[in-house]
């Protein structure tokens, strides 16, 4: 029988006085809850109550376990009520990794976020490692890149592509690229974690899809450098469109071959477990689905 059952009967039929009585208050049968009992004195080798055929009364034995067991079964509840609390009010500590490149769009919804939940604590760290979110005790992780790990639960918050940019220095003294091929003779600027390695793959505007091999001198798991690199005009660099919408909108950088883009992929929030997802990520997801979808202009 169900222990935590069994020692709620007992402490019934204490409260109530007798067996009967306490069968009518748990809408059970009296052999039912006889049994139970039973199964509590069985499991523990010691007789809790003394029976008669007027009343029921506890042993010695019968009195320290029924205060221990009432106090168990008040502490369970309250854990209880404070787990339902945590699933309407969001408390606790958000733990969150996230690449570098989108942070700028993350700061004005935790800005938000923790001025609506002063409840909630965050925990944030930033980098563009593949970590083991299980392993590091994340609740979220938001990729640009899709997740290595295929059992966690994905949920897509806005589609991006690269675009292929450099400065106007660069093109002074290289000629500019106009397709794929073109790509072979130049220096291409690499980020470890694009999905091809160094096959960088575009898409026509046909909806064909083109891929060249490439080679630089710079491999760097840091968009910034990657950027600053560029922008200081020593090479090429298939750029996620986020990252250099403002250096092509003042004119530090410039798009190449207008014609080709990068294939799709999508900026993601990551978690382990779709069933009972905590109440602080999951209103943290729904507060940065909205945001992306305001800023989606930059993705694409």
């Not at 067991?69 to 404070?82: F, G, N, P, V, Y």
Request: net charge neutral; with cysteine; aromatic share 8%.
């Amino acid at each position: 029988m169900d222990r935590l059952t069994s020692l709620s009967v007992f402490g019934k039929v204490v409260e109530c006085g007798g067996f009967s009585a306490a069968a009518r208050r748990l809408n059970m049968s009296v052999t039912m809850v006889a049994n139970h009992v039973q199964s509590l004195e069985d499991r523990l080798g010691v007789r809790l109550l003394n029976r008669t055929t007027r009343k029921v009364s506890l042993t010695e034995t019968g009195k320290y376990y029924f205060e221990r067991s009432t106090q168990i079964l008040a502490d369970l509840d309250e854990a209880d009520r404070a787990a339902a609390a945590l699933t309407t009010t969001p408390r606790g500590t958000l733990k969150i990794y996230s690449g570098t490149a989108i942070v700028r769009f993350l700061l004005p919804v935790i800005d938000e976020y923790l001025d609506l939940y002063p409840s909630v604590s965050l925990d944030m760290n930033i980098g563009e490692r593949m970590i083991d979110m299980i392993e590091d005790g994340y609740d979220l992780v938001l990729r640009t890149i899709p997740s290595p790990d295929s059992s966690l639960v994905v949920r897509k918050l806005t589609p991006w592509r690269h675009i292929l940019v450099s400065s106007k220095s660069y093109l002074d003294t290289h000629a500019e690229p106009k397709t794929p091929d073109d790509l072979a003779g130049h220096n291409c600027l690499q980020f470890p974690y694009y999905p091809f390695g160094d096959e960088w793959r575009f898409e026509s505007l046909s909806g064909e899809t083109q891929s060249v091999r490439v080679q630089g001198n710079v491999l760097s798991n840091s968009a910034e450098t990657l950027r600053h690199l560029t922008v200081s005009g020593r090479a090429v660099w298939l750029a996620p469109s986020f990252v250099v919408a403002e250096d092509l909108a003042e004119g530090r950088l410039v798009r190449l071959m207008p014609e080709f883009r990068g294939v799709e992929f999508a900026i993601n929030a990551v978690y382990p477990n779709r069933t009972h997802l905590p109440t602080k990520v999951r209103l943290f997801i729904d507060m940065l689905a909205e945001r992306f979808t305001e800023h989606r202009k930059w993705m694409t």
